[in-house]
């Protein structure tokens, strides 16, 4: 079964205090994995997809990377305005896609 | 543009009631889905849609309906609301070609039934 888990479930960071988040999965042909943002009261937003081990994608101070069995999301001084829930999210070889439960991530000024 | 648009923002809802939640997309994508977000339990699909006449179960389909028209548009309708059903709905739609298949959301319908 096709199944995404994501640590730590949370994690408080002091401004400029870099970190990284994880994505573990197990799916049965790996399509692509997602990485969301999501803000209080409003639906997840699409950060980056990557496709196979190796991969590695950049924005701002965000960078995601992927190997064949986990993601990780670095986030690298982050700000405050970096506080929310971030979703890991794969798509196997059907339609489906599966989430984690996500990580909320608090960082202070 | 709109993206993902999805009515009502907020509803309560007794036992036993019924009603449809709207999603309509002026994207022109394929693919559409129906998600519910619990505390603590992440995004659970309800059903999806390939394109307009075409839909299939998730992971949590029990206690809904869906049916798909247009392309744009993806209602799903809960017959006889129970307290389980409690939770925030989440709407998306993707291309869905070539396995580039980002999803883009709604805001979402928090739905409280008592």
């Known amino acids: 079964e096709d199944q995404v888990t994501q640590s730590p479930e949370a994690l408080r960071l002091q401004e400029g205090e870099s970190s990284s988040l994880n994505c573990s999965y197990t799916v049965s042909g790996l399509r692509g994995l997602f990485w969301y943002r999501q803000d209080p009261g409003k639906g997840p937003e699409f950060l980056f997809t990557l496709y196979s081990a190796g991969e590695e994608k950049e924005k701002e101070r965000l960078k995601a990377t992927l190997t064949k069995k986990e993601s990780f999301l670095h986030i690298t001084a982050p700000k405050p305005e970096d506080s929310a829930t971030y979703l890991c999210?794969?798509?196997?070889?059907?339609?489906?896609?599966?989430f984690g439960t996500g990580t909320s991530l608090t960082v202070i000024p | 543009n709109a993206g993902v648009t999805q009515t009502p923002k907020f509803r309560i809802l007794k036992i036993g009631q019924s009603m449809t939640l709207q999603c309509a997309q002026d994207?022109?994508?394929?693919?559409m889905y129906w998600y519910r977000q619990d505390p603590g339990m992440g995004l659970k699909l309800i059903y999806y849609?390939?394109?307009?006449?075409?839909?299939d179960k998730g992971e949590v389909p029990n206690g809904y309906n869906v049916s798909r028209s247009t392309t744009e548009d993806f209602p799903l309708r809960l017959e006889l609301a129970a307290p389980s059903q409690t939770s925030v709905y989440f709407c998306a739609s993707s291309y869905g070609g070539g396995g580039k298949n980002i999803q883009y959301f709604g805001a979402g319908t928090r739905l409280s039934v008592l």
């Open positions: 994207m022109n994508h394929n693919y």
């Open positions: 999210a794969v798509q196997g070889s059907g339609n489906q896609f599966y």
């Open positions: 849609s390939v394109g307009a006449g075409i839909t």
